[in-house]
């Protein structure tokens, strides 16, 4: 039973090791530096390398979701030479529906690669889709503090479905 | 009841004052029962704050949290400079307004917050809170193991609960990101109904233990939180969770006060009444129908009380009551009027303009008369005094004047209480409402959640009660053999009683409300899903399930959960479903194992022979499954809000991405 106890003993002085060094009174780690999650300063090259127009679509809700629903299609993009922590946003809207979808993704120097952002489609007022078809606005840039560069933007219509 | 006591504590005793060992296990044993409600409780805690997202998940929460934030600067009244969160008026529903300042609700939930924020507070002075809360987690995990390993008789699970403790904390260490200090008010609010959650579980399963086998009682006490509702609001700080806890630990005070005549049974039933008495601090209206439920079947079942028994009940109902009536005199000034009560902040408004809560310059005092409150307000026709006659009876004014509200307080509640009561027992003949709230919700306003069919009813979200279905058959056999004689009935009987009348006159006052956009899982009746799911192991086709396929169930309960959530991840996702049609999903789950499981425990009290215990089991373990599925997925995918408490949680989330 004593080496067990002195493992939790172990296990416990850990915890309070770390917490000690990463904490403010000692200062001596500040572990989520690495991880940061909002945006900051910064660039980086951003290509699209899918993004499927077609499937921007309006029809009814499945599994007995009795709306209907703007589908909205991922973009998958290279991203390159990231500095700082810039992001994506991903932004697709309807005007005449009232419906703003905006996607983002923060990027650090390490997610280099190819990048998916998928916005969840969006349930629509039943009483309010009477048109067959609208027009939306799809866009995406890399924004930050000091940086906003829009990398595509286009017309699109969506079809209505029933 | 096995030893609650872990004996390395010998070593850590001698360097304690003499006999605060000994207080703590009163207490812990006083809270938890015994060894297994200690395990109970951390495994419940520590499962479900995996799945815990810091954030806000409706608005209701931010008034909530900004109370929290002030109360702990010592201030109850808050001016709209006091907004920690949401600093506008009209983001916060459930803001009320008297004499120029602002007041939450729920401030017995408020004030259950506080003892947490302090020792977050303590503690982030030496860790940033980010890891205290992965550091809380793992010392969870120690003690987890700890007592696994006694109960299972397990020695193994010690070294690798102390293996998943340090590994998970230094992952949690690799992937930290920050969590701002400010946050620390919200966090506590959020532990303070995962642990309410925890404890609800535990207290169900000390309930069951005193009428049932062990293995039934533990199966109830964790099936209580995951496979109900529970689970799901167990980080989301509505008051939900805490009333179903405060509920739970009632009805098992009143079973233990029915099972002894000492004076710990006195205590106990005092206690039963005590527990309710601070749901009335938490949510009055809530509070004080259930104390009218619990008062009538105690009065009916046991008619004849001794001196002791009433004083000792009459003693402790009073003390409970009287953090509400103290809150309730210093924002009003009248006992039994909640803030709830008083006039709302209209949330249609947006007013990004400071007010001055001093004074009565900025229409504060006409607009809190003004409001919807229902009646007179009694605590603002103070008279002015002027002759001498006046002065003098100004001076036993405050004697009668006091005795006045109250009065005409018992007077605005009695009838209040009428009018809900009426309303709702309209609603009971109202079918297709009943059908919309307990089985398939398909109507009902749907625009406050964006459209968002997200709302289910009380089987879809929670299947395990399809086995109520046992029900008539029984009642019916019951009352067949023509043994009905209140007076007379067993503790247990007495127990059943005091649940149905309670679930009833609880549904019955919630009905006309209902159903309601953003209840998710029919929030309002949580409280009432609870005790039937305690009605569900009172069913002997389920105990008796659960006692011979113990094996059977365990196993098809995790291979549901395991296999459920790998199935809906990859079936599912390539769907590529809107949140709506995800839930929408699980309902029909819901439907489906909950029908299933109606017929397995129906068919199997009707015509035992007909039905094996093992089909009963594994219907039970799938059904609890489903609900225990829809809590994971919803906390990990369907609705995204706020930051992950566990970064580890945060990062599995984003890795596995299925709307």
Same mark, same amino acid.
């Given at each position: 039973m004593a080496p067990v106890s002195r493992l939790e003993g172990g296990v416990v002085a850990v915890l309070v090791g770390v917490l000690l060094l990463t904490g403010?009174?000692?200062?001596?780690?500040?572990?989520?530096e690495r991880n940061p999650t909002t945006v900051g300063d910064g660039n980086a090259t951003v290509t699209i390398e899918h993004l499927d127009t077609d499937e921007l679509v309006i029809d009814e809700g499945r599994f007995g979701a009795a709306v209907p629903y703007l589908r909205l299609p991922a973009v998958t993009v290279q991203v390159s030479d990231v500095d700082g922590h810039p992001r994506i946003v991903y932004r697709i809207q309807v005007r005449s529906l009232k419906i703003e979808s905006v996607t983002t993704e923060l990027l650090t120097a390490g997610n280099s690669g190819t990048v998916k952002l998928d916005p969840r489609a969006r349930a629509l007022d039943p009483d309010g889709v009477s048109a067959d078809r609208y027009r939306a606005t799809i866009e995406l840039r890399v924004q930050s503090f000091d940086s906003d560069t829009t990398i595509y933007r286009t017309n699109e219509t969506v079809e209505v479905r029933r | 009841m096995t030893d609650w006591r872990p004996e390395s504590l010998d070593r850590v005793e001698r360097s304690m004052p003499e006999g605060s060992i000994e207080r703590v296990v009163a207490a812990g044993r006083l809270v938890f029962g015994d060894r297994t409600g200690v395990a109970i409780w951390l495994g419940l805690v520590l499962s479900l704050g995996l799945c815990w997202r810091v954030g806000f998940f409706i608005t209701d929460t931010y008034p909530i949290a900004n109370a929290v934030v002030s109360l702990a600067d010592g201030r109850l009244a808050m001016s709209?400079? %006091?907004?920690?969160?949401? #600093?506008?008026?009209?983001?916060?529903?459930?803001l009320h307004r008297y004499d120029g300042a602002y007041y939450a609700r729920n401030y017995g939930h408020v004030v259950a917050a506080l003892p947490i924020l302090f020792v977050l507070e303590t503690v982030s002075v030496v860790g940033p809170p980010r890891l205290v809360l992965a550091a809380g987690w793992s010392l969870g995990v120690l003690l987890f193991g700890r007592q696994l390993a006694v109960l299972l008789d397990r020695p193994a699970i010690r070294p690798a609960a102390g293996l998943v403790a340090v590994s998970s904390f230094l992952l949690a260490v690799a992937l930290a990101t920050a969590l701002p200090h400010d946050l620390l008010p919200l966090v506590a609010l959020q532990l303070s109904t995962l642990f309410a959650a925890g404890l609800a579980g535990v207290w169900c399963y000390r309930l069951v233990a005193l009428f049932h086998e062990r293995r039934v009682a533990v199966v109830a006490g964790v099936g209580l939180v995951l496979a109900t509702p529970v689970g799901f609001w167990a980080t989301i700080p509505k008051r939900h969770v805490l009333v179903t806890a405060l509920l739970v630990a009632s009805v098992y005070a009143f079973a233990l006060s029915r099972t002894t005549d000492d004076v710990r049974g006195d205590l106990a039933l005092g206690g039963a009444y005590a527990f309710l008495g601070l749901i009335a601090w938490v949510h009055a209206f809530e509070g004080f129908f259930l104390v009218l439920s619990l008062f009538v079947v105690d009065v009916v079942t046991e008619p004849r009380k001794g001196r002791r028994r009433i004083a000792v009940t009459v003693g402790l109902f009073g003390l409970s009551l009287l953090p509400m009536f103290v809150t309730n005199v210093l924002i009003s000034?009248?006992?039994?009027?909640? =803030?709830? #009560?008083? =006039?709302?902040? %209209?949330?249609?408004s947006v007013d990004l303009r400071p007010e001055t809560a001093t004074g009565g310059l900025d229409g504060g005092d006409s607009g809190a008369n003004a409001g919807r409150a229902g009646g007179e307000n009694p605590g603002s026709t103070e008279s002015e005094a002027s002759s001498p006659l006046d002065r003098l009876v100004g001076r036993i004014a405050p004697v009668l004047g006091f005795a006045g509200i109250v009065r005409s307080e018992i007077v605005f509640v009695g009838e209040y209480a009428v009018d809900v009561v009426d309303d709702g027992l309209r609603a009971v003949t109202d079918l297709d409402r009943l059908w919309n709230v307990f089985v398939r919700r398909t109507s009902g306003n749907n625009s406050p959640n %964006?459209?968002?069919?997200i709302d289910l009813s009380v089987l879809e979200s929670t299947p395990v009660l399809g086995a109520l279905a046992a029900v008539p058959p029984l009642g019916a056999a019951w009352l067949w053999r023509g043994r009905i004689s209140i007076g007379a009935l067993s503790a247990r009987r007495q127990t059943d009683l005091l649940v149905c009348t309670q679930a009833a006159i609880f549904s019955v006052v919630y009905l006309p409300q209902l159903p309601l956009y953003s209840q998710i899982t029919t929030r309002y009746l949580l409280p009432v899903m609870a005790l039937a799911a305690y009605g569900t192991v009172r069913l002997p086709a389920v105990r008796d399930a659960i006692n011979t396929e113990l094996a059977t169930f365990v196993a098809t309960y995790g291979l549901a959960v395991v296999g459920g959530i790998v199935t809906i991840w990859l079936g599912l996702g390539s769907f590529e479903p809107a949140i709506g049609e995800a839930v929408q999903f699980h309902a029909t789950l819901g439907l489906l194992t909950g029908g299933a499981l109606a017929v397995a425990v129906g068919g199997r009290t009707v015509a035992p022979g007909w039905v094996h215990p093992r089909t009963v089991a594994v219907s039970l373990g799938v059904a609890g499954g489903v609900t225990t599925v829809f809590i994971v997925l919803a906390a990990l995918e369907y609705f995204a809000y706020g930051t992950f408490a566990s970064d580890v949680a945060a990062t599995v989330a984003r890795h596995v991405s299925l709307l």
């Open positions: 403010p009174v000692t200062g001596v780690v500040d572990v989520t | 709209a400079t %006091d907004f920690e969160y949401s #600093l506008t008026l009209g983001t916060q529903p459930g000034g009248t006992p039994l009027r909640p =803030p709830r #009560l008083l =006039p709302q902040v %209209d949330t249609g %964006d459209y968002e069919p």
